[in-house]
């Protein structure tokens, strides 16, 4: 089994023949150190695993699957398991990540240092080429720059935003400006731009290059593009000012959202129907101050009785102060002189060139297609809200249709009474209790992709709390192929929100990395024992044996939820029990670490979920399909307490509920897409945003939206997403057509093994590094040669497949 008690030989037999057959002299005398090093020192560097791959019937796998659920379930046994190393080493830190350099706030300076001088040796070998045989490296060295660049940058910004100790925030904030300044004077050097221009148009050069290398050269490309570094110097100048107007503009807009009237005074009979106890807490002197944003104007839109009392905060709610308003209109002017400087029709179609859509047009048809196979289930849906309303005795306000701010207030009514029909949602908890759910998605990896959840202890100073889980994945085949980090339990100063990061990419380490690595142990014998530490800085490598068997750094993933701790529970703890919305986020989460752990690419640009943004959900959405099937539920729910598994009718119980508003929330979708569209597609960015927010809604809308409402000022997502807000409706469209195509076209259904070294084939392993159309077509072998296209006809294609949940 895999030993993670102990640390191993540094390097095993296999890999040391394998060195030892390199023809190249350099390369021997490498092995020759490596075997010296290994018979002196006797261990591994924490990062170079050998793990015995095992199947999931060997008693070990059998044990790893136990401890998987107690280390999530029991505090006592994680007590004891996560103690096991702490005094390994001598009880010396091993550093943040195992990452040699970050065992003190002071080794992130050191850290930023040391990876800088890397990245300008690369940079002045790269200016210095000028044969072809010096071109056809240009690709891999540029990609390494760039691993460079995001192995300081994006392990600062997610320690700077997850550890509790403000020296260590505040050095990693140092690093990461470090960083990110150089690659900002990257971005602008044109002499790399040039080079890599010049080696793509060498035929021989280009015809050398690998697909993966082409792709990344086509990336980069178009990334240097982008950053207007083709342009002459005032327009470069000019493009520089209108993108730190938009930094500042942008940001402004999100944080500063606020209602034109923030608050509206109402006597509390008015409230009839809200909970009276929010309703005392906003009253003062006999009168209710009702925030018109927020919770509380929620909860009144869903529960108040009187239907004027809900249009009036309904208005309040929808329209936003005029400031917000003007910065919108400001932000989306100052896009569109951007892109009419980069050479554009419009922003929408700056944003979408490396996208699978390509054009605003393209998105408009999916957006059309989809809206055409959504409205009649929307009517449907309003429909029966109308129903309900015209049995409503109270009702005098319209009683022949539902108004905007009816909806809400039906649709609550609908779900309560279905709810009061069947089982409370809440008793399903007690069938997910974190472990058994991470003991499910194991389960469920390991049949479907031969891949297992392995917990193993961390070394001192690894993690960043002492309640974070390491896992390492284990490939059947392969051995160890990534380390997740779960940050899943709340405490206090931590985000809510749930997220996956990736921390550092897939990437082949080539021999002459490992030969400056070795230099670097000479110079640095007490941060590193070898050169294969050295040269991914302590993190985890291995070699692959799909890959000729070179080595590779591995995916290091960090997840962050926010459940609760296990509370003790009579004689046993109990558990942290997830609602089902919980199994479904972690189930999304985890679709997103599976991308980044199977997609293990030889180049960095295309690793795991660097991919184009319309495509980077489809795996996470896909994974959401997964938490509810009956088979899949049978791997892993059962009762915390008595071990009863649970009766996935239960489950279908629970998505009847969701199914009842499915229509209507898609729709709502479709409408901020298609707004967010409209603003980005416009030449000049001079439009009456608020004109524009009508026209989309009357257009799509089943339900009027009343005149006066201003909405746009709140709409956040057009900042961080600006021309790209449909792409999760996108993905959500083909992740139901692969879930019924592909994962329950067979007996076995969505843990049919053959069906998922489909998916994986055809779609995880390539990261970014094949055409997402062409994942597509494969996963769902299409044979028309539509999909593979792409295109317009393709992206019309997905909206009529419609969104199925």
């Not at 992130?108 to 490296?137: H, M, N, W």
């Not at 005029?322 to 002017?333: A, F, Q, S, V, Y």
């Not at 899943?488 to 929100?497: H, I, T, Y």
Request: glycine share 6%; with cysteine; net charge neutral.
């Amino acid at each position: 089994m895999f030993n993670r008690l102990q640390r191993q030989p540094w390097t095993c037999a296999k890999c040391i023949k394998q060195l030892e057959h390199k023809s190249d002299s350099r390369r021997r005398a490498l092995a020759t150190a490596a075997a010296a090093a290994a018979t002196t020192a006797g261990t591994t560097p924490a990062g170079v695993a050998h793990a015995r791959p095992l199947s999931h019937t060997d008693p070990s796998a059998t044990q790893d699957d136990s401890a998987l659920r107690k280390i999530f379930d029991s505090q006592s046994f994680w007590k004891d398991f996560s103690s096991r190393t702490k005094h390994q080493y001598g009880g010396k830190s091993l550093g943040l990540f195992q990452n040699r350099y970050l065992t003190k706030p002071g080794g992130f300076e050191q850290f930023a240092s040391v990876t800088l001088a890397k990245c300008k040796r690369i940079v002045a070998k790269v200016l210095a080429y000028d044969t072809p045989e010096g071109y056809r490296k240009i690709t891999r060295d540029l990609d390494r720059l760039s691993d460079l660049l995001c192995r300081v940058i994006d392990l600062s910004d997610f320690i700077r935003s997850v550890h509790p100790d403000r020296k260590i925030q505040a050095a990693a904030t140092q690093a990461y400006a470090i960083m990110f300044e150089y690659m900002n004077v990257l971005n602008t050097t044109t002499g790399l731009n040039d080079q890599l221009k010049i080696a793509a148009a060498i035929p021989e050069v280009w015809d050398s290059w690998s697909e993966e290398e082409k792709t990344v050269a086509n990336i980069l490309m178009k990334d240097f593009a982008k950053s207007a570094i083709d342009l002459a110097e005032g327009d470069r100048q000019a493009f520089v000012d209108i993108s730190n107007d938009i930094a500042e503009v942008g940001p402004m807009f999100v944080d500063d959202m606020a209602a034109e009237k923030p608050v509206l005074q109402f006597q509390s009979s008015r409230l009839k129907g809200m909970d009276p106890t929010v309703v005392r807490q906003l009253t003062r002197w006999g009168s209710v101050s009702l925030p018109t944003i927020g919770m509380p104007a929620m909860l009144a839109l869903r529960t108040v009785d009187d239907a004027d009392t809900r249009r009036e905060i309904y208005m309040a709610n929808r329209t936003s102060s005029k400031t917000n308003i003007e910065r919108l209109e400001h932000l989306l002017h100052r896009r569109a002189e951007l892109a009419k400087l980069s050479g554009y029709d419009s922003f929408a179609h700056m944003a979408l060139t490396d996208k699978m859509a390509k054009s605003p047009e393209a998105v408009t048809g999916f957006l059309d297609a989809l809206a055409t196979a959504n409205a009649p289930h929307a009517r449907d849906e309003v429909s029966e809200l109308l129903e309900l309303k015209k049995g409503d005795a109270q009702s005098g306000n319209f009683p022949g249709a539902i108004n905007a701010w009816d909806r809400d207030y039906y649709q609550h009514r609908l779900l309560s009474s279905m709810r009061s029909r069947t089982r409370t949602p809440d008793v399903l908890s007690a069938y997910f209790s974190l472990g058994t759910v991470m003991q499910g998605l194991s389960r469920l990896f390991n049949r479907l992709y031969g891949v297992r959840l392995v917990p193993r202890e961390a070394a001192a100073g690894e993690t960043w709390n002492d309640e974070v889980r390491r896992l390492d994945v284990i490939d059947d085949t392969e051995g160890h192929i990534a380390v997740i980090y779960c940050d899943l339990f709340s405490r206090a100063g931590k985000s809510p929100n749930p997220a996956h990061f990736t921390v550092r990419c897939s990437r082949r380490i080539h021999d002459d990395e490992l030969e400056e690595a070795a230099a670097v142990v000479q110079h640095a014998p007490d941060l590193f024992s070898s050169p294969y530490e050295a040269v991914s800085d302590g993190l985890a490598l291995n070699f692959s044996n799909k890959d000729n068997g070179h080595l590779y750094q591995l995916p290091t993933i960090a997840l962050i939820c926010d459940f609760d701790l296990p509370q003790p529970s009579g004689d046993r703890s109990r558990p942290a029990l997830l609602t089902f919305r919980e199994v479904q986020t972690l189930f999304h989460e985890m679709g997103h670490a599976l991308h980044s752990l199977l997609g293990r690419t030889s180049l960095q640009n295309v690793s795991g979920t660097r991919c184009a943004t319309d495509f980077a959900e489809l795996p996470s959405v896909l994974m959401e399909h997964f938490a509810s099937a009956p088979e899949v539920l049978g791997l892993y729910a059962r009762h915390w307490e008595t071990d009863a598994p649970l009766d996935p009718k239960r489950v279908q119980d629970r998505l009847a509920l969701d199914k009842k508003t499915h229509a209507s929330e898609v729709e709502a979708q479709i409408l901020l897409s298609m707004l967010d569209q409209t603003y980005h597609a416009s030449h000049t960015g001079k439009t009456d945003s608020t004109k524009l927010y009508h026209s989309v809604w009357n257009r799509y809308s089943t339900v009027p939206e009343p005149a006066g409402t201003k909405w746009q000022g709140f709409f956040g997502h057009l900042f961080g997403y600006g021309a790209t807000y449909y792409a999760y409706l996108f993905d959500r469209a083909i992740a139901g057509k692969i879930w019924k195509d592909v994962f329950q076209r067979t007996q076995l259904g969505a843990v049919d093994p053959a069906q998922g070294a489909l998916f994986k084939d055809e779609v995880l392993s390539h990261g970014g590094g094949r055409d997402g159309w062409h994942c597509i077509a494969g996963a769902l072998r299409d044979e028309t040669g539509k999909l593979a296209e792409g295109k317009e006809a393709a992206m019309k294609m997905v909206g009529e497949w419609g969104v199925r949940d």
